[in-house]
């Protein structure tokens, strides 16, 4: 038999019980005589309140023969057996069904709470690329590969060690304006400045996003209605330094003529010629 079957009969039957006991203290008026001969001796004809209680309970659709009717159909459905063990076994068999199918509803609801988690990460996942898609379709993950692929190693160093950097980084100070002339490297900064945060910030215990801390960081040649805006920002302008050319130069030696690459001091020559035209662009 199927204990929880069994044990909404029981519930059923139970219920029934209480509501029978209600209209019982509703013919409390009653006689004790009277009390005693409750079904089968009731005047139809009266309008008493109690005997009015008495009828209902009586009726093919009152609580009594519905009461009968439950009892009839727990006693179809309990095994042929008599005594107590047999009851303490089918509600010992009912309690362990009970708590099986809590434990099982348990479960049940922590792989929902994951497949939730999951659909709303996913959500959020689209819902971030359909804004960056809106700000623009360029593929700024290739861009920045593209960018620090060609970066000579060392370079850029000066930036990042600067003072107005570091505070942008750990400060107060939430914004960084840094204007240059064309060819003087914002892109490559810029690329540089990304590279430094993901390598060094993303499983540091510092981090540029909290509650409401949001860094901002702009590169812009100098036009003046952009530079208007950042007013009174803090400012670090970019520039090629001498010292990140000397660095890229040399890291193109291999490609200099055979005589050129056989003499360090040419090549010394070399880097500061070029450092010196370059001046700052």
Same mark, same amino acid.
């Given at each position: ?29 009653? /006689?004790? *005589?009277? #009390?005693?001969?409750?079904? $089968?001796? !009731?005047?139809? &004809?009266?309008?008493?309140?109690? %005997? ?47 708590? /099986?199918? *809590?434990? #099982?509803?348990?479960?049940? $609801?922590? !792989?929902?709470? &994951?497949?939730?988690?999951?659909? %709303? ?161």
């Amino acid at each position: 038999m199927d204990p929880l079957t069994l044990g909404v009969s029981v519930a059923a039957i139970s219920q029934l019980a209480v509501k029978i006991g209600e209209y019982l203290r509703d013919a409390k008026d009653a /006689s004790s *005589k009277r #009390s005693l001969n409750l079904i $089968s001796h !009731v005047d139809e &004809s009266s309008h008493e309140p109690w %005997q009015t209680k008495v009828l209902e309970l009586g009726g093919n659709e009152g609580l009594i023969c519905q009461y009968r009717v439950a009892l009839e159909q727990l006693k179809d459905k309990i095994p042929n057996t008599r005594g107590r063990h047999t009851t303490k076994t089918v509600l010992h068999t009912l309690s362990k069904e009970i708590e /099986s199918r *809590k434990v #099982s509803m348990h479960k049940e $609801s922590k !792989v929902i709470k &994951s497949g939730v988690n999951a659909i %709303q990460q996913d959500q959020d996942r689209e819902r971030h690329r359909l804004i960056m898609d809106w700000i623009s379709l360029a593929d700024f993950p290739a861009q920045q590969s593209d960018f620090i692929g060609h970066r000579q190693k060392q370079t850029g160093m000066w930036f990042l060690e600067s003072q107005e950097f570091t505070e942008w980084v750990h400060g107060s100070n939430r914004t960084l304006f840094c204007p240059g002339i064309p060819g003087a490297g914002k892109t490559m900064m810029s690329a540089i400045t990304v590279g430094y945060l993901q390598d060094t910030l993303q499983s540091s215990t510092i981090g540029l996003q909290g509650q409401a801390d949001v860094r901002f960081m702009a590169t812009s040649r100098h036009i003046s209605e952009i530079v208007d805006e950042f007013k009174g920002m803090p400012r670090l302008e970019v520039r090629a330094s001498h010292a990140d050319v000397k660095r890229y130069v040399l890291g193109q030696i291999d490609k200099f003529l055979k005589y050129v690459q056989r003499n360090s001091d040419l090549q010394a020559y070399v880097q500061t010629k070029i450092a010196e035209a370059v001046d700052g662009m």
